[in-house]
């Protein structure tokens, strides 16, 4: 029987197994491991390989778009950035700032709760959730454990593919 798309649930198109890491993974451990595996996001497990979490290309995103440096800041914002916040040595700080998000646990950057779908999803419903929320990933979970991704090119290679 040939796949149809229109037909097609989330388990049949979910990237699986899942690459996930732990909840102290370090934001730059996850960073390097989403490179050498090319993908765009890691579940985030527990001790009991439980999902709480989400790491996406978004989270870095974040974390480098809060690291500005002063050079950035328009003439005002800068002194008072100097006046009330940082002090003149500003740019030191940036850079301390950097360091310190470069080291922290997945745990503190990582999206709580991330939508997620089961394997029987209807795959146009689950393209209907990533439209409506305006995110790239879903992961497919069985008993609350991540047992797939779905992301925005699995739906493109889903329609390439499909009958209809």
């Known amino acids: 029987m040939p796949f149809s798309a229109l037909e097609a649930t989330a388990g049949e198109v979910m990237s699986s197994p899942p690459v996930v890491v732990a909840q102290n993974t370090l934001l730059k451990d996850a960073a390097r491991l989403m490179i050498d595996s090319n993908i765009g996001c890691l579940p985030v497990v527990d001790d009991f390989g439980k ?26 914002q800068r002194v008072l950035e100097e006046l009330y916040i940082m002090g003149p040595d500003h740019v030191g700080a940036v850079q301390e700032t950097f360091s310190e998000s470069y080291s922290k646990p997945v745990s503190e950057a990582m999206l709580e709760s991330p939508p997620t779908v089961a394997r029987d999803t209807p795959l146009w419903k689950a393209a209907e959730m990533l439209l409506a929320k305006h995110i790239s990933h879903l992961i497919v979970v069985h008993d609350d454990k991540p047992v797939g991704v779905i992301a925005r090119h699995d739906l493109l290679r889903a ?5 209809g």
């Open 159 to 163: 329609y390439a593919n499909g009958s």
């Open 51 to 76: 999902l709480v979490g989400l790491v996406t290309e978004r989270t870095f995103q974040a974390q480098i778009a809060g690291m500005k440096p002063v050079s950035a800041y328009s003439p005002e």
